[in-house]
Nanobody, 127 residues
Framework: QVQLVESGGGSMQAGGSLRLSCAVS??????MAWFRQAPGKEREGVAG????????DYADSVKGRFTISRDNAKNTLYLQMNSLKPGDSAMYYC??????????????????????WGTGTQVSVSS
């Protein structure tokens, strides 16, 4: 059974930076992504990365500000978030699936395709 444990969330003023981490138990060779969900809103795909780390994709709302990366030797996924905005406030979830064969952008639009989920870490950005 794969377990995903997020960390690194917190409260930050607009313009600041945070780095989220997701520790993966067992084999980390999955297509992985970060999703977020704010109160009253649907879960949104933020960033995704291929199994080997060579391919990434992002939601338009975070392009140029967020960077997803992974260290398979450490079984850890990261999300570096810069230039944070109040609109980035949400619960952030790490997710994994066996393959993103239709492309990462497609995977980000279909959260039900992800098999494993963490319990989330809260990010709050104040103006």
């Amino acid at each position: 059974q794969v377990q995903l444990v997020e960390s690194g969330g917190g409260s930050m003023q607009a313009g600041g930076s945070l780095r989220l981490s997701c520790a993966v138990s067992g084999n980390s060779r999955y297509c992985m992504a970060w999703f977020r969900q704010a109160p009253g809103k649907e879960r949104e795909g933020v960033a995704g990365i291929s199994r080997g780390g060579g391919t990434t994709d992002y939601a338009d709302s975070v392009k140029g500000r967020f960077t997803i990366s992974r260290d398979n030797a450490k079984n850890t996924l990261y999300l570096q978030m810069n230039s944070l905005k109040p609109g980035d406030s949400a619960m952030y979830y790490c997710a994994a699936t066996y393959s993103c064969s239709r492309g990462i952008a497609d995977a980000l639009g279909n959260p039900t395709g992800f098999v494993y989920w963490g319990t989330g870490t809260q990010v709050s950005v104040s103006s």
